[in-house]
């Protein structure tokens, strides 16, 4: 009798011209939470893939040992009915539907005629308090945060048996309280049996609960790390990731000169474009002074992106007002043409979605935002300009592709990012507004954007950060705001912050509303 | 497999043949159902006067195709309203001539500028008040229709203004040079446009080296250049043997070249595949979506009314069932030349295919004899075929979602 649930033995996948998995072995243990590290493009996702049988039998090579016995998945269904179950990143949920209904979705309680409702939401009530879910089973899902999405998910697959429960960056879009529940959540599945996969960027979430960690790399397995004492080094994990030592997270900056203030804000509001009576920006002013990284805190919500956008040409809410002075003067923008000509660039939080047009190749994307910089006074492109220019970009910020004419959504998420920056740094402004800018990508990707930045601020630019993750706040910012419910509650120097000076300014200042989180989101 | 893409270090060749393939796919099928429809007709799909015909005959939905390109660009929508377009500005301009004694020139400029009219209006709903276009446009099919019935007073009027005729339908005629059975002036035109294109591509392509740019392979360059050549000089030789240049021709290529220029050189053209393909990203880009809405129905429109005019001089006469569901035409011509369902892709050269590929069922199938009811159930077919390929083989690629 061996005490491993889950032994994947020699695994390899090959995709056309690329091998995505070479002999890769991941060895699991009954009852435990394994982690799975390794930078975007490693491999992790397709091993995951591989083992739920969306990647059918057959189109891998190598050996599935699940419990002692040799698994050929034909389908997910087959994966799911040993108790397999995959969570994956994007939530697979549909919210016009109730949680009951999601939740049983494929797999309904039958009564004799059609669903037994009964039946399938006293189920689910019952699997929602095992994840500590207060809400009814009747809610739609798109009337809960995020957060409890992340949780519905993971009820659900309560409601399938799952022995072994894979999450694919479960806390990417959750804020830290939701996360740490999360993860505690885990914990306490871990106590009464349950073992777990959990695919991460975080580095702290993974010391605090993994009992192992394997680490891939370029589609090879590196190491298996024991952390039964929840204290290894982060370090320790990241060298193991990028194959070599990052002495520092955070690249070094010159002593940056304090300019005058090129963008002030004074006394800004902003209304939701739906719900115009509520006020999502309230009264809020700041200013950003020439050549500094200025960085934006606050829970998810907290109404930094409609600050942001509302700012970048009023491409967000209704009922906007306040005064808005670039280089000293009143300034009116009242689109977002406008505002790229006042030298502004809004870098979305969201590259997939509002960021990039993902079915078009990288040159055209790089040269979207100012296209008539490659254009003659006729209008015409000059194609072979924009390449040639596509091209240097990618070569500054170090894009991995064979080619920009390669369409941007073949690019795994780092890559995609560097497009998105390369065209906003395309478009020549003097004010760069980025909005979680190292979102989901990994840790090697996420110095190179750092080192990014430090180079426009060498060039006179001027950096708005807004970001979730504070050690990076810290470590790159010259000055921070910190935003709650739409509100600024506090500015911190880059010697005075710390993440429990923040914290607290964010805690003191908000009401007691776990709906806080989400609310805007 | 999104993830891995960007480490492949370069395609093996099995991949590139396929790209091929696939790439060409709807002008292998093109050349698969000629040869098909030449054998089942004993040749006659060959006579100089069938090849001539084929591309007049499908005029309306070359140039019609080009602004549903645009329509379909910005995100798979189509605009339903062009066959009643096509149908009120014929009827307009029929009866302008037959009640009036306007100068054919001003009735074509009346004609386009109240297709620019009926443009301007959709283009505004569709842009700036955001209707939906599919409702919009369906608004327009019945509402045209009708405007156009009543202009004609349910009947059908002829037209006879020997002007009018001759700027769309007669035939290029060089005194001397040409004779009743043989216009030379077509060949050398031809070979003339054959050798130019060859100068071009191989001028270009120096140029692009000099400055240092990556090109493709030269094989590949010339290979298509030359095919293009060869169809272009036996073309030619096909209408020197019938009646020569068709003035029609030159109205349809001029409306080509145009789109293509628009589609793949223009920053306006640019615009329509970014809304198609992020229209949020767009928008966030500063291009002012709106705009694109309205210059994709408003081309559209005028396109159309261009077409009831080289419609109405082909036919003759105008009734009120002229451009009865041609819009469907200039949209299978789309979806089979290649345009993405759900906007952001497709090209110009796409079009023609496609629509010369529609053209010569209909031809093959009318010379066969096939039954008139079959050849919807042909047609119908070939488009889904067309559509599932599509769908099939970008989803195998990664490409879609």
Redesign the interface.
């Known amino acids: 009798m061996t005490d491993s649930i889950l032994v994947m033995k020699n695994i390899t996948k090959e995709?056309?011209?690329?091998?995505?998995l070479d002999n890769v072995n991941l060895e699991v243990r009954r009852g435990e939470i394994h982690a799975l590290v390794g930078e975007?493009?490693?491999?992790k996702?397709?091993l995951m893939n591989v083992l739920s049988g969306t990647y059918p039998y057959g189109s891998y090579e190598g050996q599935i040992l699940y419990d002692g016995q040799e698994c050929q998945f034909k389908t997910v269904r087959d994966s799911e009915k040993i108790g397999i179950v995959i969570i994956h990143q994007e939530l697979a949920l549909i919210p016009e539907l109730s949680i009951g209904e999601n939740m049983f979705l494929g797999n309904e309680r039958k009564g004799r005629l059609g669903i037994d409702w009964d039946e399938t939401y006293a189920q689910a009530q019952k699997h929602m308090e095992q994840v500590g879910l207060k809400e009814r089973a009747t809610t739609l899902i798109k009337d809960i945060g995020t957060g409890k999405q992340q949780l519905v998910e993971i009820a659900k697959a309560l409601s399938k048996n799952v022995k072994l429960l894979i999450l694919d960056e479960p806390t990417s879009s959750l804020n830290e309280e939701d996360s740490r529940m999360l993860l505690d959540l885990l914990l306490s599945f871990k106590k009464e049996g349950m073992t777990s996969i959990i695919i991460s960027h975080k580095l702290s979430e993974i010391a605090y609960v993994a009992d192992k960690i394997t680490v891939l790399r370029?589609?090879a397995t590196i190491e298996t790390m024991d952390n039964a004492g929840h204290n290894i080094d982060e370090s320790r994990i990241i060298r193991g990731m990028v194959g070599r030592e990052l002495t520092d997270r955070f690249p070094k900056r010159q002593a940056y000169d304090v300019g005058e203030p090129v963008l002030e804000v004074e006394d800004w509001c902003v209304h939701h474009p739906v719900y115009t009576e509520k006020e999502v920006v309230s009264h809020v002013s700041f200013h950003v002074n020439r050549g500094e990284i200025l960085g934006f805190s606050g829970l998810q919500g907290a109404g930094r992106t409609e600050l942001a956008r509302s700012l970048?040409?009023r491409?967000y809410g209704a009922g906007i007002c306040g005064t808005l002075r670039i280089n000293g003067t009143e300034r009116a923008l009242k689109?977002?043409?406008e505002?790229?000509?006042a030298g502004l660039a809004?870098v979305?939080e969201d590259r997939k979605?509002?960021?990039?047009?993902?079915?078009?190749t990288i040159a055209?994307n790089n040269t979207?935002?100012?296209?008539?910089k490659v254009?003659n006074k006729r209008?015409?492109?000059d194609?072979?300009k924009e390449?040639?220019i596509a091209e240097e970009y990618r070569e500054k910020l170090g894009t991995?592709?064979?080619?920009v004419q390669?369409?941007v959504?073949?690019?795994?998420g780092g890559?995609q990012q560097k497009v998105l920056l390369a065209?906003w740094m395309f478009a020549d402004p003097d004010i760069l507004i980025l909005d979680e800018p190292t979102r989901g990508i990994d840790v090697g990707a996420k110095y190179e954007i750092y080192c990014i930045m430090n180079d426009l601020i060498a060039q006179g630019k001027s950096i708005v950060m807004i970001s979730s993750e504070m050690p990076e706040l810290l470590g790159m910012c010259d000055r921070i705001y910190v935003m709650n419910e739409g509100r600024m509650v506090g500015e911190f120097s880059a010697q005075e912050a710390t993440q429990e000076k923040i914290m607290s300014a964010i805690l003191t200042t908000g009401e007691k509303d776990e709906n806080k989180g989400v609310r805007y989101a | 497999m999104k993830e891995s893409i960007q480490r492949s270090p370069g395609l093996s060749s099995g991949v590139k043949a396929s790209a091929l393939l696939k790439k060409y796919t709807m002008v292998i099928a093109l050349v698969v159902v000629f040869v098909f429809f030449t054998a089942l007709t004993h040749g006659k799909m060959l006579y100089a006067q069938n090849v001539s015909n084929l591309l007049l005959q499908n005029a309306y939905v070359l140039v019609m195709g080009c602004g549903m390109l645009l329509c379909i660009l910005t995100g798979g929508n189509v605009d339903l309203s062009v066959g009643s377009t096509l149908c009120l500005v014929g009827a307009i301009a029929s009866q302008l001539m037959a009640n009036t004694s306007l100068n054919a020139v001003l009735v074509i400029l009346i004609c386009l500028i109240i297709s620019i009219a009926i443009g301007v209006w959709q283009g505004f709903l569709i842009g700036n008040v955001h209707i939906p276009p599919f409702i919009c446009t369906l608004a327009g099919m019945f509402l045209l229709r009708g405007l156009g019935r009543v202009v004609l007073g349910s009947k059908t009027v002829s037209i006879s203004n020997k002007t009018f005729l001759n700027i769309f339908t007669s035939y290029i005629t060089v005194p001397g040079l040409d004779k009743d059975t043989l216009h030379l002036s077509a060949l050398i035109v031809g070979v003339i446009v054959a050798v130019g294109l060859l100068v071009i591509t191989a001028t270009n392509r120096a140029k692009k080296e000099k400055r240092g740019y990556a090109l493709p392979s030269a094989a590949s360059a010339f290979a298509k250049i030359i095919v293009i050549d060869a169809l272009i000089v036996v073309y030619s030789w096909k209408l020197t043997n019938y009646k020569g240049i068709p003035v029609m021709l030159l109205w349809v290529l001029g409306v080509l070249v145009l789109y293509t220029f628009i589609t793949s050189k223009t920053a306006f053209g640019r615009y329509f595949y970014a809304v198609g393909g992020n229209e949020k990203a767009t928008k966030l880009s500063g291009i002012d979506t709106r705009k694109v809405y309205f210059a994709a129905y408003c081309s559209m429109s005028v396109l159309a009314g261009f077409s009831g005019l080289l419609v109405a001089a082909r036919i003759g006469s105008v009734n009120g069932d002229t451009g009865m569901s041609y819009e469907m035409d200039a949209i299978g011509a789309c979806f089979i030349g290649g345009a993405s369902a759900y906007g952001g892709s497709g090209t110009v050269p796409g079009i023609v295919v496609g629509a010369i590929l529609l053209g010569v069922i209909n031809q093959g199938m009318s010379i066969y004899g096939l039954d008139n009811n079959w050849q919807y159930v042909v047609k119908g077919a070939v488009l889904l075929i067309a559509v599932i390929f599509d769908v099939v083989s970008n989803h195998k690629t990664g490409k879609a979602g």
Do not use: H
């Open positions: 995709f056309p011209g690329v091998k995505a975007n493009g490693a491999g996702s397709t370029d589609g970048f040409g491409s689109n977002e043409r505002a790229i000509e809004y979305t979605d509002n960021g990039l047009v993902l079915i078009d055209r979207m935002a100012r296209l008539e254009c209008g015409v492109i194609i072979d390449n040639r991995k592709t064979p080619t390669q369409n959504g073949n690019l795994s890559n065209k």
